[in-house]
């Protein structure tokens, strides 16, 4: 490795996610996020963003929206739903110290069912284990203490957005998914507790391909493209899209929420920014380990280590080190 390779691996950030959420932003004025605005050219809110995503789906003013997705996705499972209320998205423990939950959206329908809303932008191991206790507190809290009648206990539905391919759907090009409780026989055992997963990653992969008349189809388009989508498309589409569309300016925003969405995309923006750093270290740290086990076996097959320097570009100082290295 020369010098100047070691200096950039000097000058690197260290990897994990150090400046996203940890790292305090000074607060931005009025003028500063008119600037960002304008210099980032946001004319949309991105709805997959934290903000655009809780601010479009998850408030009493867009809940006309939430209903129409709903009723798209999983509507023919559980029946029409015609209204919802949205409940405190933080769940505290049911004991003193136990982990509090914070879902994306919270909501209950006509019919008392709960429903979750969730957007994933970043991988996040164990993220199924995690609808699973978001699902298991949206029960238990519905039960009142005392209570030995389970003929009332609600019935939850998760539907997750993710922007990851998951490991579990791995190698089937699907991209909506249903999953409900089976018996041994391959059949439905239950409906009353299903997790809806849809993945992003292979929709775009096949977006040429399919059918925007599809409400589900025109849906994911709304939410990932919203800036591509063409008035002749909205013009022959249900009118709910073309409010939806215009839902998502920018302009709506009172100065408070232009605040909390420019800050919620630069936060986003670190996140990416730092994850692809850590991606680059990964696969420097790969290239370095491949190349010491190189070394180590031509070491091994007798080579000199001047000869074993010159085919791998490296000093014979270094190759000498790396053959005392343990």
Known sequence: MDKNQKDKKA???ATGLEKSTGRARPDLTKQDVETIISEKGLVFIDPLSDFGFKRLLGTDRCKKFTIHLLNTFIG????TITDIGFINSEQVGFLPGRKKVRL????????????IIEMQRERQQHFVNRLRVYSSHSTVSSVAIGDTVYASVPKVYSLSFMEMNMA???GRSKFFWKVFQKDDDNKIFSKENVLYFVE???????LETLDLTDEKNL???MLTHVTDVSEELLERSDPIFQCFHRECLVSNLNDMEKKE???SVLEYDDVR???????????EQGREEKTRLLVRNMLAEGLDPAMVAKITELTEGEVLAMREER
């Open 76 to 79: 023919q499972d559980i029946g």
């Open 273 to 283: 920014e730092s994850m692809m750093c850590e991606r680059e270290v990964g696969r």
């Open 11 to 13: 000058e690197r950030p």
């Open 219 to 221: 849906w994911l388009f």
């Open 261 to 263: 969405y420019v800050t």
């Open 200 to 206: 992003l990653c292979k929709f775009a992969a096949q």
């Open 168 to 170: 579990e759907f791995k």
């Open 104 to 115: 994306d959206i919270h909501c209950k329908t006509q019919d008392e069912d709960h429903v």
